[in-house]
């Protein structure tokens, strides 16, 4: 074996002896590897240096990318086993809703139907092929039951109640309390307040949601093909369902075809594992885009109310901010402000239950929040007509990353020169995930109502890149999907039910909205890797609300800015 303490590593995937040249591969290592008691200390000095890298800092080929592109990289929607089954599942459109099936037997007597699975919030159904399953289920006729809290709840009358909220005196849960807020805007020189607000959106994950089971005829045993965010949760998930150990659950992984938070829970799976064990056969089961539109997990609707006050120079001497909405964290993230010297700050955050369904999506509570925070500081900047760069340099100014990552975006978007007539540029400050990043766009609006952005320039620093050209697609696509939401996505709910049911109602952005340019520029740092894959997310809203105010001079303070909503701003404020 190798001996001796001087051993370096000089090729790829090897460890080798320095004095006999000797060399062992890192997986035979691990068979062999024994781990101490005590993990010894590892000095900084100890690190490899910055300098001796060979792979992180480079641009490497993806080893995804060719399958991909050739269609033979395999997703769970392509998995085939033997004897195959195939399961849906109607789930109704009221969150919540218990389901009681009244013609069982003529759907039984359906050709192809193996079986009819009962849950607790849907109905299942197992056939020999997707086509038949399909059609079985469009036949079930269920009674709902209508005694849930989401019956009660309408989205666009719930903004109202939660506007009410935020409105009364007593706080909610104090998130953060910072020196003396109360004080600082009784006493401010002057004072500010707005109001924002989000709608529901939706996930437009590109695959459907599916997964293949398949369940021992003693139920003992299961193996999964599964694209998932959480992979560790899947098996004891499973077993804990089944009553089995998690060692008798084998989790194939699979691409997935978009996750975006929604594939971080495992509800269709485990839906995939009940259909299969019913049957004691394998089954692929398929959400339709329809159940994933109205049974989704969706971006809260929430709401967010900004207070601050400026002193005689006008600078910003306390700012409280106000969240009300559902989901504690899927709408409380991204609302701290510590890159931004604000002596007096309070976040205070007032719950509601609508029993919709809800979940993470990309950037969780950052999108909403930092809209809020970066449209609020531009409308004080404006009001005391001070340059929108200019204010958030000063709040910066004992952050010096995140006021170089600013300065940098301002270069490259040469904040300050002349633009042609009828464009307008904005700016916003964003952190997730450790990841500063500013965005700055240029934009144009046409006489429809459409916000048309023509470019986007953005600056992160997510201290040492590992990979140049991921962290420029995760930007790059953070934007674009930002957009999309920015523009186009809202969910809208009457009475517990989603009023949307596909893309023609529920609209993405499309190639031809997105920008002519999106220009990326990376920090350096010898600082930890940040993440990045929801960084740039969070800074579109606000850029684009900003730019829109510079150019128009009026405010839009409800996401989705869709052209109906912005001719409505333009004539409610011009004649009012």
């Known amino acids: 074996g190798l001996v001796g303490s001087e051993m370096c590593i000089r090729d790829s995937s090897f460890v080798i002896h320095a004095a006999s040249q000797q060399k062992i591969t890192y ?57 195959m089954h195939y399961g849906v599942l109607e789930r109704g459109n009221l969150h919540g809703s218990q389901p009681t099936l009244l013609n069982s037997e003529a759907i039984q007597a359906m050709e192809g139907i193996v079986a009819i699975v009962p849950f607790a919030y849907g109905i299942g159904v197992v056939a020999t092929t ?51 807020v109360k004080t600082a805007l009784q006493t401010g020189a002057k004072k500010y307040q707005s109001t924002y607000k989000n709608d529901y959106i939706y996930h437009a994950q590109m695959e459907p949601l599916n997964s293949v089971a398949s369940v021992s005829a003693d139920g003992q045993r299961v193996e999964i093909w ?47 594992v009940m259909l299969s064990q019913a049957v004691a056969k394998p089954v692929k089961m398929i959400w339709t885009r329809e159940d994933d539109i109205r049974y989704g997990m969706y971006r809260p609707l929430s709401l967010q109310q900004l ?12 700012l409280r901010h106000r969240i009300v909405g559902d989901g504690s964290n899927l709408i409380a993230s991204g609302a701290r402000n510590e890159f931004y010297s604000i002596p007096n700050q309070e976040i205070d955050l007032r719950l509601v239950e609508n029993g919709i369904r809800i979940k993470h999506w990309r950037s969780v509570g950052h999108g909403p929040n930092k809209f809020a925070i970066e449209s609020f500081i531009d409308e004080i900047a404006t009001d005391q007509g001070k340059d929108p760069l200019a204010i958030r340099k000063a709040l910066m100014k004992d952050n010096p990353k995140a006021l170089a990552t600013l300065e940098k975006a301002a270069d490259m978007a040469k904040w300050g020169s002349p633009l042609a007539q009828g464009r307008a540029k904005g700016i916003a400050f964003g952190e997730r995930s450790g990841a500063l990043c500013v965005g700055i766009c240029e934009i144009s609006l046409e006489e429809s109502g459409k916000i048309r952005v023509h470019h986007f320039w953005s600056a992160v620093d997510a201290g040492t890149i590992v990979q140049p050209d991921n962290v420029v697609a995760q930007m790059e696509g953070g934007i674009v999907m930002g957009m999309s939401s920015v523009f186009a996505e809202q969910l809208t709910i009457e009475k517990g039910r989603v009023q949307q049911s ?9 190639m031809e909205d997105a920008p002519e340019s999106i220009e990326i520029a990376m920090m350096p740092s010898t600082e ?4 990045i894959g929801e960084a740039s997310t969070p800074i579109v809203a606000g850029a684009i609300a900003n730019a829109f105010a510079a150019l128009t001079g009026k405010r839009l303070r409800h996401l989705p800015f869709s052209p109906s909503r912005v001719k ?8 009012g």
């Open 502 to 510: 596909n893309f023609h109602d529920y609209p993405i952005l499309r």
């Open 307 to 318: 207070e601050a006050s400026t002193d005689e120079a006008g600078n910003i001497t306390a």
């Open 130 to 180: 997707l086509e038949k399953a399909l059609a079985a289920k469009a036949q079930l006729e269920i009674e709902w039951s209508e005694d849930v809290i989401a019956a009660r709840h309408s989205s666009q009358t719930a903004l109202d109640s939660y506007e009410q909220l935020a409105n009364k005196a007593k706080a909610g849960k104090i998130l953060r309390s910072k020196g003396d």
């Open 568 to 575: 409505e701003v333009l004539n409610e404020e011009t004649t």
């Open 27 to 83: 997986g035979e290592i691990v068979e062999i590897l024994q781990i101490p008691e005590t993990i010894p200390e590892i000095e900084a000095t100890d690190m490899k240096s910055p300098a001796d890298f060979r792979l992180i800092g480079r641009v490497m080929p993806r080893f995804d990318i060719p399958s991909k592109v050739d269609g033979s990289a395999e997703f769970s929607i392509d998995v085939q086993l033997p004897d």
């Open 226 to 272: 599964a694209g998932t965010q959480n992979p560790g949760s899947v098996a004891p998930t499973i077993a804990d369902a089944l009553g089995i150990e998690a060692n008798q659950v084998k989790v194939n992984l699979n691409y997935l075809g978009g996750g975006l938070g929604r594939r971080s829970t495992g509800d269709f799976i485990l839906e995939s």
């Open 528 to 531: 930890s890797p940040k993440g």
